[in-house]
C-alpha cells in the first residue's frame, strides 16, 4: 500500500519560510518523479515543482523561481519542498505526488502525470 504523507504547512506571515515534508511509504522515490502541487480555494490544482530522481533534473512554475527549492533525501525516502519569500498568493492547499519516472519532469509535471498522490497540508500567508 502507497502514502504520501506530507507535513510543514502552516499559518505564515508574508515574507516568512515554510518547508514542507513528504514521506513515501510502500514506494521507492530513488528513481521516481516527484511533484509538489497545490490548489487554492476556488481554483484548479496547479504545478508548483516537481524533480526527477532519475536524473536530477527539475521544474518549477513560473511564480515560485527563485523562491521555492525542491530536493529529496533518498535515505529517508522523502521529498521537501523549501518555501521562501512567501506571498499571499501561494495560500493554497500543497500537494505531494509521485510516479515512475517514464516522461521528461517538465511533462510529468504539466500533464500530473503522477500514480501516487497525498493528503494536502494547508499553507496560509498572510499580508
Known amino acids: 500500500d502507497v502514502q504520501l504523507q506530507a507535513s510543514g504547512g502552516g499559518l505564515v506571515q508574508a515574507g516568512g519560510s515554510l518547508r514542507l515534508a513528504c514521506v513515501a511509504s510502500g514506494f521507492s522515490l530513488d528513481d521516481a518523479g516527484i511533484g509538489w502541487f497545490r490548489q487554492a480555494p476556488g481554483k484548479e490544482r496547479e504545478e508548483v515543482s516537481c524533480k526527477s530522481n532519475k536524473d536530477g533534473s527539475t521544474y518549477y512554475e513560473d511564480s515560485v523561481k527563485g523562491r521555492f527549492t525542491i530536493s529529496t533525501d533518498n535515505a529517508k525516502n522523502t521529498v521537501y519542498l523549501q518555501m521562501d519569500s512567501l506571498k499571499p498568493e501561494d495560500t493554497a492547499v500543497y500537494y505531494c505526488?509521485?510516479?515512475?519516472?517514464?516522461?521528461?519532469?517538465?511533462?510529468?509535471?504539466?500533464?500530473?502525470?503522477?500514480?501516487?498522490w497525498g493528503k494536502g497540508t494547508q499553507v496560509t500567508v498572510s499580508s
Open positions: 505526488a509521485a510516479g515512475a519516472a517514464i516522461l521528461p519532469i517538465t511533462t510529468m509535471c504539466l500533464i500530473r502525470g503522477m500514480e501516487y
